[in-house]
């Protein structure tokens, strides 16, 4: 099959099947393969798979019980942790959790997963590690490459023996790229193509993305501070566009809960706090609860108590599908009017390349740590303040032009090509396929 490969990915929260999403269409039939849940899994490949998932995911939720959820989050998040980038050093020692991993996959796990693949000739794409060290330890017949989803990584994202790897690296940022040679993969393993954002918010020469930024950037700078302070920057980045023509919807936000559901709580204070003004019209407010139903109907019940009933669908929406990817479809076509993304740092820290600022949550696990401290080095987020305020602070940071320049320093950063980028290198044999593509 030409320009075809296996797109696979693991039911884990939403940050692997985000990954595969955009990339659906590469896969025979057009369809995403669930390592996890896949028609046919032999129990006991299913029984290992969902035993860490659910585990996770309740600790994640305990994680804000104070005291005894904090430490059982602690002591799961240690071996998972991300060890200090400097001083470079040596670190492709592998971790416990790693050896544990192919102890299993030797084991068997997996070789059902690599029989169904190998019925087609071609390429795998993969987004969750131990997925690519089944497909190598059981003989998986084509190339094999790697989608990493955060901004950094543990030693379990390298093989057991990286240097006699056949592995390739797909990586989001040059952090990942360095990283992955201190775990040992060797550098021609290793590419830098960027996020696979959507390709539905970014469009045809970019045309939706200059359009959404453009629209944005009115309501992220209703004083014109930011456009008066860099109006060659705005003119020459978005250039075709009439930017001071269009306004065609109020300042939006954007309240994003992860798969786990854990934080779910700190929507409350928000929607308490902007009463007032989603009451007189002043902002829209869209609740993002995903695929979780708990979560949506927590989000019902508290704009039931505050008094915002009355205003349901109007200028307050909640968001949530039955499906991962009916969900992913509805909230990538929320986020065209978007102007600001409030959710904790998880892979949604590459979708500042959407030209979207993002007000970051509390962090949940170190891979998180590190993806917070990325957005922040490249000027497009920022943590969050205390809730309650949220009416206070929130329009303070508008109104200075602060957000308008946080959401123009990632549109800026020129990553919106992941998806050209993964098809150049694993299609076109490319070796640095982030110079190919430039913004203008």
């Known amino acids: 099959m030409k320009n075809k490969a296996w797109v696979v990915t693991v039911d884990m929260g939403y940050g692997h099947q985000r990954a595969a999403y955009p990339l659906r269409h590469l ?4 369809e995403i393969l ?3 849940n896949y028609l046919g899994i032999p129990r006991r490949d299913f029984r290992l798979w969902h035993g860490g998932q659910r585990l996770y995911e309740f600790v994640s939720r305990l994680n804000n019980v104070p005291l005894v959820g904090e430490r059982l989050f602690g002591a799961m998040d240690y071996f998972q942790r991300i060890d ?3 001083p470079r050093r040596d670190l492709s020692r592998p971790s416990t959790q ?3 991993t192919y102890k299993t996959i030797r084991g068997g796990w997996g070789k059902d997963l690599v029989r169904l693949l190998n019925q087609e000739n071609v390429p795998l794409i993969s987004t969750f590690f131990t997925i690519a060290y089944m497909a190598e330890e059981h003989g998986f017949k084509g190339d094999i490459y790697q989608i990493i989803c955060d901004t950094d990584v543990s030693r379990a994202w390298a093989p057991l023996n990286p240097s006699k790897s056949r592995i390739k690296y797909l990586a989001p940022c040059r ?7 201190l775990y040992g993969v060797r550098p021609e393993n290793i590419f830098l193509t960027g996020f696979p954002v959507p390709s539905e918010n970014i469009g045809d020469q970019l045309k939706n993305l200059k359009q959404d930024v453009a629209e944005r950037i009115i309501n992220l700078d209703p004083e014109h501070r930011y456009r008066e302070k860099y109006a060659e920057t705005v003119k020459q980045f978005l250039k075709g566009i009439k930017i001071n023509a269009r306004h065609h919807h109020p300042l939006t936000l954007t309240f994003a809960v992860g798969g786990a559901g854990a934080q779910k709580t700190i929507a409350r204070d928000i929607l308490t706090s902007l ?4 009451l007189g019209g002043e902002i829209n407010l869209i609740l993002v609860a995903g695929t979780r139903s708990d979560v949506s109907d927590y989000f019902n019940s508290i704009i039931k108590q505050i008094g915002l009933g009355a205003i349901i669908n109007d200028n307050l929406k909640i968001v949530w599908a039955a499906t991962k990817q009916s969900y992913f479809e509805e909230f ?3 986020l065209r009017t978007t102007d600001i993304l409030w959710t904790k740092p998880s892979e949604l820290v590459f979708y500042s390349a959407l030209g979207i600022p993002l007000i970051m949550a509390p962090s949940l696990g170190s891979q998180e740590v590190y993806n917070r401290t990325w957005l922040k080095t490249i000027g497009a987020g920022i943590s969050q303040n205390d809730p309650r305020y949220t009416h206070e602070w929130l329009f303070d940071w508008v109104n200075s032009g602060f957000l308008a320049e946080a959401a123009m320093n990632g549109y800026l950063d020129k990553r919106q090509f992941g998806i050209d980028n993964i098809k150049d290198v694993i299609f076109r044999g490319a070796t640095d396929p982030s110079r190919d593509n430039e913004l203008l």
């Open 27 to 30: 896969s025979p039939q057009d």
């Open 98 to 100: 790693l050896t544990v």
């Open 275 to 278: 009463k007032q003004k989603l």
């Open 175 to 181: 952090r990942v790229v360095e990283r992955l040679k």
């Open 84 to 86: 200090p980038f400097y």
């Open 34 to 36: 669930i390592a996890n």
């Open 332 to 334: 990538n076509r929320v």
